[in-house]
């Protein structure tokens, strides 16, 4: 593997850089790298401006719409995405139920979702974990009973990421409860506005409403809804797992917050000189660069093998992606200091201007610290990684 950057890349570097700066809103800009709330249309806004450049779908195939991009195009769009200051691009419809519609879904549920999925005009949300079932997912307890010419799902659904935004839902539910764990799931494509679909908000550690739980009492699904086969949709829950994986690795995210990680230690103070002038501060942050840059080279092996399809090697990627998220975050907090805990909830959440103590960079560090703990537990725990490479990778 050649990971030498070719005259055409560095154009392509160019190129999204400057798109980036130019073409991104200044006031969705201000809140990602001052780590404020963003809002639905925040998000969609951006989605449409890619969409209008034709970079709406940047890792799907031209077939599908997308782009065509190759790993390392995808990288650099991401790496300079992400420390330009734009949000992340939507994974639950992008990165998770697009890719296994493209492999497994049927010509006309392509045809319907794949095509409203780049400018979100379908907001799709993951149906997966249960209150008893987050990392032993194949214990789902949620049913789907046949009646007629669809499925009636009960059951409740948790830690629902963007819930509250979602028009639709692709949600695992047992379909034959006599038959082994993972043999008696399917995979079905669940409308939010449907009546018995109930979103409650789960507030987290850090004050914010990302996650929900939803309950599903006596919600009809058309069987056309059905994904793939009837009992077979542990096989697409895995596929999709392996995208989701690759995504949490954040490396876009690693990027932009190890430039916010120098410029806090550029401007905080210890006895009177700058943090960044500690040889330990310069040291621990010249730890977590290196850890970047293997990070990096890590996902475009795995991005160039298996016809950029993620397999088990994916839990090594959200493993060590998991690991350096929760690091940065770590030393950002400490880089901090006490500024890091008072922050203002109302500035959290709304476009406002600073009115703490300290100073508005070191704002958001303690709940940035909170809220990163999340990052070892969704997509499958660390525990829960290692096991898979263990059995698939090293046939432990």
């Excluded at 669809?150 to 695992?172: I, R, S």
């Excluded at 070892?376 to 432990?396: F, H, M, P």
Aim: charged share 25%.
């Amino acid at each position: 593997m050649n990971l030498t950057w070719t005259p055409q890349e560095r154009l392509f570097r160019e190129e999204v850089r400057a798109f980036a700066e130019a073409k991104l809103p200044d006031d969705i800009r201000g809140k990602v790298l001052r780590h404020q709330r963003l809002e639905r249309g925040d998000y969609v806004r951006w989605h449409n401006i890619l969409a209008d450049r034709g970079w709406g779908a940047p890792n799907w195939p031209a077939e599908h719409g997308g782009t065509g991009w190759n790993a390392m195009q995808r990288l650099i769009f991401e790496v300079e995405c992400f420390k330009a200051g734009a949000p992340r691009l939507l994974p639950f419809g992008l990165s998770m139920i697009g890719p296994v519609l493209m492999k497994y879904g049927s010509a006309e549920q392509q045809a319907r979702f794949l095509p409203r999925i780049p400018r979100v005009e379908d907001w799709w949300c993951q149906g997966y974990s249960e209150p008893g079932s987050g990392s032993d997912l194949a214990s789902l307890k949620t049913r789907a009973e046949r009646d007629g010419d669809g499925y009636v799902v009960n059951g409740q659904k948790t830690w629902t990421t963007l819930a509250q935004y979602a028009d639709w839902m692709f949600c695992l539910a047992r379909t034959d409860s006599g038959a082994r764990a993972q043999r008696g799931i399917s995979m079905l494509l669940l409308d939010m506005r449907a009546p018995g679909v109930t979103v409650r908000p789960i507030r987290t550690l850090d004050g914010g409403h990302d996650v929900n739980e939803v309950w599903l009492e006596n919600v009809r699904v058309p069987a056309e809804n059905l994904v793939g086969e009837e009992n077979q949709g542990w096989t697409y829950a895995k596929y999709l797992l392996g995208h989701e994986r690759t995504g949490i690795a954040g490396l876009g995210h690693c990027h932009r917050e190890l430039g916010i990680l120098k410029r806090m230690a550029e401007h905080a103070r210890s006895r009177g000189r700058p943090l960044l002038a500690d040889s330990r501060v310069r040291d621990r942050i010249s730890r977590i660069e290196v850890d970047i840059m293997a990070l990096e080279m890590l996902l475009l092996r795995v991005a160039a093998s298996n016809d950029g399809s993620p397999g088990p090697e994916a839990s090594v990627l959200k493993i060590r992606g998991s690991e350096i998220q929760q690091d940065l975050a770590m030393l950002q907090m400490e880089v901090a200091g006490p500024d890091a805990w008072p922050y203002d909830p109302d500035w959290m959440f709304a476009d406002a201007n600073w009115q703490g103590p300290g100073p508005e960079m070191a704002a958001a560090a303690g709940a940035g610290y909170a809220d990163m703990r999340k990052t070892s537990i969704y997509g499958g725990t660390t525990e829960v990684q290692k096991g898979i490479i263990a059995r698939q990778v090293l046939g432990l």
